[in-house]
């Protein structure tokens, strides 16, 4: 306290706004999340009461029990947990070997291949194309379509090779004069120290394949070979029909069964999205510590 006395005027103000930004920044991330878990844990119809911001005003598990009733649930979550480590190991590798071929300057062809690559990024095919392609390559209604059409994202590689760019040649020509080829420089010298872009990449594809339900939408029509994403975007677009149904029908609505449920919409939502979003909120703190670490700091003694 008495540092911030002893800065000039300009400077205590400039920390002040500067610190209430900050806060005024965090409490717009906390607060939703706070409404959220307010709401999945209320009632639906007494939530519809209002008045409900930061904390239930009656604990419940029912919403969470709706969510968890369906009898594929259990399936859905393996194929979840599936696709996001096998796509997600399996991208974050061949991205990682391909941006390290690619980083070379001397490579033939290896503008033309990046070239070709940004292209992508630019011009898509559209989605009846692409449904007709992965059908003729027989990956509609099979569990590899959550995983081989996104092994190589242009974006991640662009990001991995300018990272790869940036290590010092002279690591990998003390590595080629102790006799190794560029496979084990690759996994021995170039992976290692390239853990932070590796953490933040692996973090992308994962958070990715947990919340994409689009493919298992649109690609995948056998039940058990659903995500738990698609699942749960279907159940929630089942819950809201069926409550707009009820409301729409005057004159024809049970009111007194009406008023004795208690999942809404727009609870089950709010307990959809607790679903989905806790385990990639418990897994980001074991890779947040890899964003900002230099690991490359002291790597090298010229």
């Known amino acids: 306290m008495n540092e911030f006395y002893k800065l000039s005027l300009g400077e205590r103000i400039f920390r002040i706004i500067n ?19 307010a709401l999945a844990f209320n009632p639906g119809k007494d939530a519809e009461r209002g008045g409900i911001y930061f904390w239930p005003r009656i604990w419940t598990f029912e919403n969470f029990s709706k969510v968890f009733e369906s009898s594929n649930i259990a399936t859905a979550f393996g194929i979840s947990v599936f696709r996001t480590v096998v796509g997600t190991i399996s991208s974050v590798f061949l991205t990682a070997m391909a941006a390290y071929a690619l980083k070379s300057k001397t490579i033939p062809g290896g503008k033309f291949f990046m070239m070709f690559i940004f292209f992508t990024m630019l011009f898509g095919g559209g989605t009846i194309p692409y449904y007709m392609l992965l059908k003729s390559i027989h990956l509609t209604n099979n569990i590899w379509v959550y995983v081989i059409p996104s092994l190589y994202s242009a974006w991640n590689l662009i990001i991995i090779r300018t990272f790869f760019q940036q290590i010092h040649p002279s ?12 496979f084990a420089i ?20 994962a958070v990715a394949h947990w919340n994409d339900w689009f493919t298992g939408a649109f690609f995948v029509r056998k039940e058990n070979l659903r995500p738990l994403s698609t699942l749960l975007q279907e159940m929630l677009t089942s819950a809201e029909a069926m409550r707009n149904t009820l409301n729409q029908a005057a004159g024809t609505v049970n009111y007194a069964l009406l008023d004795k449920i208690q999942i809404t919409g727009n609870s089950l939502k709010m307990a959809t999205i607790i679903v989905v979003v806790a385990p990639i909120i418990i897994i980001y703190p074991f890779v947040q510590r890899y964003f900002a670490k230099g690991i490359m700091i002291g790597s090298m003694k010229e």
């Not at 610190?19 to 878990?37: A, K, M, R």
């Not at 990998?172 to 190794?180: F, L, V």
């Open 186 to 205: 690759f996994m021995r010298i170039i992976m290692p120290l390239s853990r932070p872009v590796i953490a933040v990449i692996a973090l992308f594809n």
């Open 19 to 37: 610190y209430t930004l900050i806060v005024l920044l965090c409490l717009s991330i906390v607060l939703p999340f706070l409404n959220i878990f």
């Open 171 to 182: 690591l990998e020509e003390s590595a080629r004069i102790d006799g190794y080829n560029d």
